[in-house]
């Protein structure tokens, strides 16, 4: 219960709006709908451990406290951030306490990832035995950050990021309660929404903010930019959104989805990521997913990340993007790569065979005597410059690693190479 003095302290517009029930969260109607794994244990009455993963402003801590409320447990809200060992045995001891009373506990560890792994392992006898049910809220990918026992003994459960419905009628409940509506014109409003990107308290937030302005003059999208303060995209290169975005981009380019490739390039470069990193990364998709099709993709890639090392930001940013838009438009193979792939699957399988003597040098009469070099035809003596001599080990069959596809520059290597098989199928039986 609230003293007197808290009642009479200003709260955010957040706080004032959180939810008092399940069915007034928005936007994540896949765990709460009755059907849905939220909504089959409160029905049931049996709340068991669980594990909250999704970005911030989407819910975690009011389903939370919702979910205590429903099952009638105490509540014990923790932070890994400002929380240790000392904190959570007082936890513990409380809700040993409280289960002598016959009522539950719901533990709420806000930011579980943070806690080590000695502080995660100890939350396991209370979970085991009852003593608490534990609810983790995480915006890091939990298979990474939390223990395989930990997430062995609880349910993941994914939270969405807020869609344009749930964040527009998060801006109808803040008019609602200030009986008055936001002074934005439609276009100002759709821009504070995605603004927003996905997290409700940081659009309310905005709201509160907007709510303190006269109710004219009605702010259009470029008054709203200079009247409230952008953060920065929600980005972390050490956490799951750098591995994310640069996956997009990756499989963006082998999809030949060059546009979409750009708009990831963005989100990274916005995020603050070192373009260093992205274009190791391009020189990487130059070699692996176009190969021979365009061997100037590697050439581009180098000389990009080369131009960014000499011009710096934002200028040599522009070479990254000329990059993404070359490796996106040129043709794809990965035949480069898979037959790189094979060649070393059977040079581990075959053991250290030796090449034939026919091509190994003879510098001593030792080895000459022994056969090193004899027979050796060179090729450029030869008609049309190829022997048609076998370069593989004696006691191994010829193998096809390299298949060129039938794109790019490969249809030309596919036509030297059915070239060279003919002549080489022609010497062998003259």
């Known amino acids: ?152 003994r609880a349910q993941v459960l994914v939270l969405n990021r807020l869609d344009d419905a749930a964040l527009e009628e998060l801006l109808l409940r803040a008019e609602q309660d200030a009986g008055r509506e936001l002074p934005v014109d439609t276009d100002a409003r759709r821009s504070l929404r995605a603004l927003a990107d996905g997290d409700g308290r940081y659009l309310l937030n905005m709201a509160e903010e907007l709510l303190t302005l006269p109710e004219e003059p009605v702010l259009n999208t470029a008054a709203l930019a200079g009247s409230i303060q952008q953060r920065m995209p929600l980005y972390d290169k050490t956490d799951d959104a750098h591995y994310n975005l640069i996956s997009a981009l990756h499989k963006s380019l082998r999809g030949s989805d060059t546009d979409a490739a750009l708009y990831w390039l963005a989100r990274m470069l916005e995020g603050g990521e070192d373009p260093r990193y992205i274009m190791r990364r391009l020189t990487r998709f130059a070699v692996e997913d176009i190969g021979m099709a365009d061997p100037g993709a590697l050439i581009q890639s180098i000389t990009a990340w080369e131009a960014f090392e000499r011009l710096g930001s934002p200028e040599g940013e522009m070479a990254v993007v000329q990059c993404v838009i070359y490796l996106g438009t040129a043709p794809k193979s990965n035949a480069a790569y898979r ?92």
């Open 1 to 152: 219960m609230e003293s007197l003095f808290e009642q009479q302290t200003p709260r955010p517009l957040a706080d004032q709006l959180r939810p008092t029930t399940l069915t007034e969260v928005v936007g994540q109607d896949h765990l709460l709908a009755a059907d849905a794994p939220l909504g089959r244990m409160v029905g049931s009455g049996r709340i068991t451990s669980m594990i909250l993963w999704g970005p911030p402003g989407t819910g975690k801590t009011t389903i939370a406290h919702l979910l205590a409320s429903s099952g009638d447990m105490a509540f014990i809200p923790l932070s890994a951030v400002f929380s240790g060992i000392a904190d959570l045995r007082k936890a513990f001891d409380e809700a040993k306490r409280v289960r002598q009373l016959g009522r539950g506990t719901l533990l709420f560890i806000d930011e579980i990832h943070r806690f080590n792994k000695a502080q995660q392992d100890g939350f396991l006898p209370y979970v085991e035995d009852g003593t608490v049910i534990l609810v983790g809220a995480t915006t890091e990918n939990p298979s990474f950050e939390l223990n395989a026992a930990i997430l062995s």
């Open 339 to 430: 037959a790189g792939k094979s060649a070393r699957k059977i040079a581990r399988e075959m053991g250290s065979l030796m090449p034939p003597k026919c091509i190994l040098n003879a510098p001593t009469g030792m080895m000459r005597e022994m056969g090193y070099g004899a027979d050796y035809a060179y090729d450029h003596n030869e008609q049309e410059g190829f022997s048609g001599q076998d370069y593989f080990p004696d006691d191994m069959s010829r193998s096809r690693f390299y298949i060129p596809e039938p794109r790019g520059f490969e249809r030309e290597i596919a036509k030297r190479l059915e070239y060279w098989d003919k002549l080489r199928k022609a010497k062998s039986k003259a």
